[in-house]
T-cell receptor, first 111, second 109 residues
Framework: DAGVTQSPTHLIKTRGQQVTLRCSPK?????VSWYQQALGQGPQFIFQ???????QRGNFPDRFSGHQFPNYSSELNVNALLLGDSALYLC??????????FGQGTRLTVV | GIQVEQSPPDLILQEGANSTLRCNFS?????LQWFHQNPWGQLINLFY???GTKQNGRLSATTVATERYSLLYISSSQTTDSGVYFC???????????FGKGTRLSVIA
């Protein structure tokens, strides 16, 4: 079992650009959640996908959007990047509300 | 929403010492997990423990759900235990995990 995998691992973008991050869940998991972790802080919930629908959303602007595919993999899209979007983006997968497992994260730097 | 507080925020230990990390939460939970974040940012699952006690090698955890707290015990600490330890809780149904601010542990030889 490959566990939760995220790509890319590192990314540098310019202000105003758009970015897409990808996540493949652990085998057998149907729920994918995305988190943003700023330096020195705990992860903050962005949104959760289940059955290809956004089920819950945290306090993030509409510039943050996502998608879940029929194979349960997911994408996080951020438009009109701001310097403050620089962070570690973490994807977690779970089977419903059970134990969540995290990927290694994508470190996004906006310059 | 549910609030999660971890203490202490920082902890420095000599190798071989024992430690206790605490997680307080403000509402009933159906999910509580402890993670260790390594220097590269990956969150490593330590325990899934919405209630009761579990042990895994030198680590153990106890959650007293009725009193809304959880404890993580690290015995005979090693330098590889260094990093940030997070407690995260889910309050009901499929609510996402809410994280505390973490405890930064430094184990020195």
């Amino acid at each position: 079992d490959a566990g939760v995998t995220q790509s890319p691992t590192h990314l540098i973008k310019t202000r105003g650009q758009q970015v897409t991050l990808r996540c493949s869940p652990k085998s057998g998991h149907d729920t994918v959640s995305w988190y943003q972790q700023a330096l020195g802080q705990g992860p903050q919930f962005i949104f959760q996908y289940y059955e290809e629908e956004e089920r819950q959303r945290g306090n993030f602007p509409d510039r943050f959007s996502g998608h879940q595919f029929p194979n349960y993999s997911s994408e996080l899209n951020v438009n009109a990047l701001l310097l403050g979007d620089s962070a570690l983006y973490l994807c977690a997968s779970s089977l419903g509300a059970r134990e969540a497992f995290f990927g290694q994260g994508t470190r996004l730097t906006v310059v | 929403g549910i609030q999660v507080e971890q203490s202490p925020p920082d902890l420095i230990l000599q190798e071989g010492a024992n430690s206790t990390l605490r997680c307080n939460f403000s509402d009933s939970v159906n999910n509580l997990q402890w993670f260790h974040q390594n220097p590269w940012g990956q969150l490593i699952n330590l325990f899934y423990i919405p209630s009761g006690t579990k042990q895994n090698g030198r680590l153990s955890a106890t959650t007293v759900a009725t009193e809304r707290y959880s404890l993580l015990y690290i015995s005979s600490s090693q330098t590889t235990d260094s990093g940030v330890y997070f407690c995260a809780v889910g309050s009901s149904g499929n609510t996402p995990l809410v994280f505390g601010k973490g405890t930064r542990l430094s184990v020195i030889a």
